[in-house]
């Protein structure tokens, strides 16, 4: 089967900027988009541009975008993805700079991973002298996965919009570490993601879930660091607050109002009170501000199932 | 085919015109719905922050209520309520341990225990996949031959493991559902990404963002406006549209917004010839004046 493959090619050194360009591979059955862009390198063109090494979803290296989305082309079946999308549109990853075709520069990603640390500590940062656990792996909720390929980062909504938030892979990497019994350092390295780029710029758009081509599902190891963070005692931030107080609310009323979570969450911080309230006041007036505290059919149940939980933990 | 409705907390409180706009398309269409009078939050992700175990026993009560009610559908109007619910739906589904432990709570609070013979479904599935878009078509009167641009917001796509409705790369429910009131969908790429209602406010500065590139690109390729199938992402398009522009404003001094945002209750509601003022459209802050206008 003849396919078409359209490229998004660029080598910001001589062009102006990127230009698809169509190649045609005679595909085998069951070849991937790995092979199929080796094939073209070698008997089309020699400059096509990709990294790639282990051709078994292992290295991490071959990530790129395919029809739109983050994917491992060595994992990628091609006649699937065609199916799928009635074409087959390949180009770098998003959120990193491209140096040439599908390479990008991921120096940014790897200080990011360096930075939670990645490393069991003793509390004064010096190494842990590692000994095998058994059971490690379940407490890890598959954190320890990760193969570092940078797909999650290049689809994360949050990190388009801020390119300073540490991101997807580092966090999950920094709750491999939290989870670890071995390690000693928790409390340093939580106290670190509780700033602007850490844990609570996350908005939850599921995208790094989705595309984690190791099912490492970083969000979800995000809630729990947040989960930690609260236990530990970095409680009184306005995101923390976010948490509790909604929780609080929906424990009282069973159910949320979104007019009374705001002033709930700001309590105390001046400043954040101000900027919501002119807000507050536009939405009064166009009917979106409901009455606090009207009686809710249910909430008796609802109370009790609060309290089991709380008895129980 | 009975539902019974899970209206939501946003849809009772901030956004009561949802509400109000469902009742008036799920009315003339006929669909024969249970409204769940004693309905609790379904968490939207935050509850399972604080304490998984909580949120899951909160949504078992809602499907378990169902199900005693011999009703084995449950209809979604909210996004994120559709993900979260729908969600733990699927889990507890799979997952006995899961699903006896949370039963243990749920009967020692409320009697109740759920089976997991429940199904959860969004409106927009409903009418897609149940109701059928050409059966819709009946009822529309007035079609609006506005550009509209689909915005599906985060839940109900992904996890794609638990909506499987939709294509999560590709969607096409919302399209559908915009050609069938005789309009035209806006192609974009911000119809699948986040409107960041979940930081708004915390971290505005990436809410404001998201809502500034959204809308903005909606409006470069020509919407008249955006339709939601989601209430938080509504409040966040909306609401803070105007924001979202001064903060536009401080790079790029020329570019406004100023796109109304519609529930998609409304939209189907403006084609079978309810009156903005029945569907609630006076409680929207960004003016839905200049669509009305068009399609009048
Ligand atoms: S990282 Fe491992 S699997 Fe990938 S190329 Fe190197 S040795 Fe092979
Ligand atoms: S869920 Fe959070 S970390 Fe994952 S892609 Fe979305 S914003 Fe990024
Ligand atoms: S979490 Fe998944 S997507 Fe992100 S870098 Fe690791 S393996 Fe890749
Ligand atoms: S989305 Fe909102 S607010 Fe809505 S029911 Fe679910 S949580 Fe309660
Ligand atoms: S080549 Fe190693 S992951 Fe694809």
Redesign the pocket.
């Given at each position: 089967m003849r396919v078409k493959i359209t490229v998004q090619k660029f080598n910001p050194e001589v062009d102006q900027k990127p230009y698809p360009r169509d190649y045609f591979v005679e595909a085998s059955r069951g070849m991937t988009l790995l092979s199929a862009l080796l094939k073209i390198k070698a008997e089309t063109d020699g400059t096509l541009t990709f990294r790639a090494s282990c051709r078994a979803a292992i290295c991490?290296s071959c990530?790129m975008q395919v029809n739109g989305s983050?994917k491992l082309a060595c994992k990628l079946p091609l006649k699937e993805e065609l199916e799928h999308h009635g074409k087959i549109e390949v180009g770098p990853m998003a959120n990193m700079p491209v140096i040439k075709d599908m390479v990008v520069q991921m120096n940014p990603f790897w200080e990011k991973v360096r930075a939670v640390d990645p490393f069991l500590m003793t509390k004064d940062g010096a190494e842990v002298p590692t000994e095998a656990l058994k059971d490690l792996h379940e407490k890890l909720h598959n954190a320890d996965?990760?193969?570092?390929?940078?797909?999650?980062?290049s689809a994360c909504t949050a990190y388009e919009v801020s390119s300073g938030f540490l991101g997807?892979?580092a966090l999950?990497k920094a709750y491999r570490f939290q989870a670890d019994p071995r390690d000693q350092a928790h409390l340093p390295r939580l106290e670190a993601l509780q700033g602007p780029d850490g844990i609570w710029d996350c908005v939850r758009c599921v995208f790094?879930v989705q595309?984690?081509?190791?099912d490492?599902r970083?969000m979800e190891q995000i809630v729990r660091l947040r989960r930690l963070s609260i236990d530990a005692g970095f409680s009184d931030s306005v995101e923390a607050r976010h948490i509790t107080e909604f929780t609080k609310v929906v424990g009282k009323e069973g159910r949320l109002n979104e007019a009374l979570l705001p002033v709930l969450m700001t309590w105390g911080n001046i400043k954040k009170m101000l900027r919501i309230i002119p807000l507050g006041i536009k939405m009064f007036f166009h009917g979106k501000t409901p009455f606090p505290f009207k009686r809710v059919p249910g909430a008796d149940q609802v109370r009790a199932i609060f309290k089991y939980w709380e008895k129980a933990k | 085919m009975k539902y019974a409705l899970f209206p939501g907390c946003a849809a009772k409180g901030a956004t009561p015109e949802l509400y109000a706009s469902t009742m008036k398309v799920v009315g003339r269409l006929g669909l024969d719905i249970v409204e769940l009078e004693a309905f609790n939050c379904c968490g939207a992700g935050v509850i399972t922050e604080a304490d998984p175990d909580l949120a899951y026993t909160l949504n078992a009560r809602t499907l378990a209520t169902a199900e005693k009610m011999g009703i084995n559908n449950v209809m979604t109007i909210c996004g994120t309520c559709q993900g979260i619910l729908g969600g733990a739906n699927k889990n507890l589904q799979e997952d006995e341990a899961l699903r006896e432990r949370i039963n243990r709570a749920l009967k020692d609070t409320t009697g109740l225990e759920y089976h997991g013979t429940v199904e959860v479904k969004h409106l927009q599935w409903i009418l897609v996949k149940d109701f059928g878009v050409d059966e819709l078509g009946k009822f529309i009167t007035h079609p609006l031959h506005v550009s509209i641009a689909p915005f599906y917001g985060c839940y109900i796509l992904r996890p794609s493991r638990a909506t499987g409705f939709d294509d999560w790369e590709n969607p096409t429910s919302l399209e559908k559902l915009i050609r069938a009131v005789g309009a035209y969908p806006v192609e974009y790429d911000g119809r699948t990404k986040c409107c960041g209602f979940p930081v708004l406010l915390e971290k505005d500065q990436i809410s404001l963002s998201m809502v500034a590139q959204n809308v903005g690109e909606a409006k470069e390729k020509g919407s008249d406006a955006m339709v939601t199938p989601c209430p938080l992402c509504h409040m966040s398009l909306d609401i803070y549209q105007e924001r979202a522009e001064d903060r536009l404003q401080q790079e790029h001094p020329d570019q406004t917004l100023g796109v109304p945002i519609l529930h998609l209750p409304q939209l189907l509601g403006l084609a079978m010839g309810f009156s903005p003022k029945e569907l609630g459209m006076k409680r929207h802050l960004v003016s839905p004046a200049p669509l009305i206008e068009k399609i009048q």
């Open positions: 991490g990530a983050q996965g990760c193969i570092l390929c940078g797909a999650c980062v997807p892979a999950a790094c595309v984690c081509p190791k490492v970083p | -």
